[in-house]
């Protein structure tokens, strides 16, 4: 038998505009061992302290809400809890959501990862905004980011150049 992949969610969000374009479902998973100081979800960052939720039941939670057109993995740490979201984003592609991964790693370390899981959910993400948030370094007037250290990167063109390459300002 197969058990089901779970996800240790933190909470949900529906037809949020705050993190990335468009309307989108945001998921926030449970679990961060970056702990930056000033962090706007510190009740995301104990591990094992959400809602464990099949992938299955939080794929039909997204697809019952016609109106939204891409998912936000937020967290918490979405890469320590890669290999199922990596299959609940590879489901999502499949019906043509674009997918944003926020994480407190940098490019460059996720892409050197031997984790397969990693691996395979950047491979799915469209966009991740990555690094530490840094408190001296916020900017309240900064769109979909907290501080300015934190790069929104093009995840597609920065596997093939090997090398971080930022979405485009007027894409976003
Ligand atoms: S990576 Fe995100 S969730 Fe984790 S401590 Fe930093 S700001 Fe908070």
């Known amino acids: 038998m197969v058990l089901p992949k779970l996800i240790n969610v933190a909470g949900t969000e529906q037809d949020s505009i705050t993190n990335g374009p468009g309307l989108r479902y945001v998921l ?90 990693i691996h395979d959910l950047l491979e799915l993400a469209d966009v991740i905004v990555d690094g530490k948030f840094v408190l001296e370094r916020r900017d309240i007037l900064l769109k979909f980011r907290g501080s300015d250290n934190q790069r929104i990167l093009d995840v597609k063109r920065s596997l093939a150049e090997h090398a971080p390459v930022p979405v485009a300002e007027e894409d976003w």
Do not use: W
């Not at 510190?42 to 039909?60: C, K, L, M, S």
């Not at 299959?87 to 999502?92: C, D, G, K, S």
């Open 28 to 117: 926030f998973v449970q679990g961060c061992p970056h702990h930056c100081v000033g962090c706007h979800n510190p009740q995301t960052h104990r591990f094992g302290a959400g809602v464990n939720r099949t992938v299955e039941d939080i794929y039909r939670e997204i697809r019952s809400n016609p109106l939204q057109t891409g998912v936000t993995f937020s967290g918490g740490e979405p890469f320590c809890q890669a290999g199922p979201l990596a299959e609940l984003a590879r489901m999502l592609k499949r019906d043509g959501y674009d997918i944003i991964v926020y994480t407190g790693f940098r490019f460059e370390y996720l892409a050197d990862s031997p984790d397969p899981g």
